[in-house]
């Protein structure tokens, strides 16, 4: 079947790495995306504003998933960083609860970790995300000029929704769940993170839980990455946990990510927008790759469609064989660039 899907470039690397990206799943598709840009980011603001125009919004909403390239809201005018910045605001307004952040070691690719498959569940609407924990304002303040406050939120209801979210995809793979939190220091707020999903795991029979303080769990991944499989976790840890990983797998270029609801997908890679890099044809595209492969693999599962899940599963083989015979961008030691890995993987797809 036909979908259309969003096309958000953002800024710095945004580009480069969004139309490395499109063309990889226009060649794993056959073409069978109708792709629509929407603006958001430093564009946006020149053009519209705002970085993030109503415009962009509704269009949104009439679209089967999107795909959104990093941005680099602290380089906008003091006037357009109040607020959510504008990813942020995009999961909020569409209610995407779930962040799944998978990690892994890719033959060919020199790592930190010798071995590592294993995916992280971020709780994405609440926590001590001071954008997403309030129906109104924001969940961060200061009364003093001397003291700062941070409201971390958690509830029964988001608990629960990540915890399904989390056991469904341990179910999928080696049926081996971690709850992360710190109900140690935090015991009525991670304590109810924690109860709350052995509750809901209960329900899951064949399903093998643990759980453990997010300290411990850092100093696990890089001792011994393989003995996970399924993390779940409240937002700030899952943040900091996921970008552990990735570089345990060589590079945050290589970090996917999926944000969902139960009825919209968001593909957007877990690095940022390194201006530093941008225009200049260094980036690597592998993860924002990845993540929409992701997001074609939640539509395939959804619809149903097998052609999209045939597609997402392409895609991952042709980046893991690009990476094994050594086509490696700057950040993970290689001479490649943009347009000349996303070359390699294209040529790969078209011989399938």
Same mark, same amino acid.
């Given at each position: 079947?036909?979908?259309?899907?969003?096309?958000?470039?953002?800024?710095?690397?945004?580009?480069?790495?969004?139309?490395?990206t499109?063309?990889?799943?226009?060649?794993?598709?056959?073409?069978?995306v109708?792709?629509?840009s929407?603006?958001?980011?430093?564009?946006?603001?020149?053009?519209?504003?705002?970085?993030?125009?109503?415009?962009?919004?509704?269009?949104?909403?009439?679209l089967?998933?999107?795909?959104?390239?990093?941005?680099?809201?602290?380089?906008?005018?003091?006037?357009?960083?109040?607020?959510?910045?504008?990813?942020?605001?995009?999961?909020?307004?569409?209610?995407?609860?779930?962040?799944?952040?998978?990690?892994?070691?890719?033959?060919?690719?020199r790592?930190?970790?010798?071995?590592?498959?294993l995916?992280?569940?971020?709780?994405?609407?609440?926590?001590?995300?001071?954008?997403?924990?309030?129906?109104?304002?924001?969940?961060?303040?200061?009364?003093?000029e001397?003291?700062?406050?941070?409201?971390?939120?958690?509830?029964?209801?988001?608990?629960? @929704?990540?915890?399904?979210?989390?056991?469904?995809?341990?179910?999928? @793979?080696?049926?081996?769940?971690?709850?992360?939190?710190?109900?140690?220091?935090?015991?009525?707020?991670?304590?109810?993170?924690?109860?709350?999903?052995?509750?809901?795991?209960?329900?899951?029979?064949?399903?093998?839980?643990?759980?453990?303080?997010v300290?411990?769990?850092?100093?696990?991944?890089?001792?011994?990455?393989?003995?996970?499989?399924?993390?779940?976790?409240?937002?700030?840890?899952?943040?900091?946990?996921?970008?552990?990983?990735?570089?345990?797998?060589?590079?945050?270029?290589?970090?996917?990510?999926?944000?969902?609801?139960?009825?919209?997908?968001?593909?957007?890679?877990?690095?940022?927008?390194?201006?530093?890099?941008?225009?200049r044809?260094?980036?690597?595209?592998?993860?924002?790759?990845?993540?929409?492969?992701?997001?074609?693999?939640?539509?395939?599962?959804?619809?149903?469609?097998?052609?999209?899940?045939?597609?997402?599963?392409?895609?991952?083989?042709?980046?893991?064989?690009?990476?094994?015979?050594?086509?490696?961008?700057?950040?993970?030691?290689?001479?490649?660039?943009?347009?000349?890995?996303?070359?390699?993987?294209?040529?790969?797809?078209?011989?399938?």
């Open positions: 079947m036909r979908i259309r899907l969003g096309l958000i470039e953002g800024d710095g690397i945004g580009p480069e790495v969004v139309r490395a499109r063309d990889v799943v226009d060649d794993a598709t056959g073409g069978a109708d792709w629509v929407l603006p958001m980011g430093r564009s946006a603001i020149d053009e519209f504003g705002s970085a993030l125009p109503d415009s962009t919004l509704d269009a949104l909403a009439g089967d998933g999107w795909i959104l390239g990093p941005h680099d809201n602290a380089s906008y005018a003091p006037e357009h960083r109040t607020g959510a910045p504008p990813g942020g605001a995009v999961r909020k307004r569409f209610g995407l609860y779930a962040n799944i952040r998978p990690a892994r070691t890719f033959p060919g690719v790592s930190t970790a010798a071995s590592m498959d995916v992280i569940v971020r709780e994405n609407s609440e926590g001590f995300y001071a954008d997403r924990n309030m129906a109104a304002g924001s969940g961060e303040f200061r009364p003093t001397d003291v700062a406050l941070a409201v971390g939120v958690i509830t029964r209801a988001a608990c629960e @929704r990540i915890a399904r979210q989390a056991c469904e995809l341990a179910m999928t @793979r080696h049926r081996r769940l971690t709850i992360v939190h710190k109900a140690n220091v935090l015991p009525m707020t991670m304590g109810l993170f924690r109860d709350v999903c052995f509750d809901v795991a209960r329900g899951y029979r064949g399903l093998t839980v643990e759980d453990e303080h300290d411990a769990t850092a100093a696990h991944l890089v001792r011994a990455p393989d003995d996970y499989d399924v993390l779940v976790t409240e937002n700030l840890f899952g943040d900091i946990l996921s970008d552990l990983a990735g570089e345990l797998g060589g590079s945050l270029g290589l970090a996917a990510s999926l944000n969902c609801s139960d009825t919209q997908a968001m593909a957007q890679a877990v690095h940022g927008a390194a201006p530093n890099l941008a225009g044809n260094r980036a690597n595209p592998a993860a924002l790759q990845l993540s929409a492969a992701m997001l074609l693999r939640w539509l395939g599962a959804r619809n149903p469609d097998p052609a999209l899940i045939r597609a997402a599963d392409h895609i991952d083989r042709a980046i893991a064989a690009t990476l094994a015979a050594g086509v490696a961008t700057a950040d993970l030691g290689g001479l490649a660039s943009t347009t000349e890995f996303t070359e390699q993987v294209r040529a790969r797809l078209n011989r399938w």
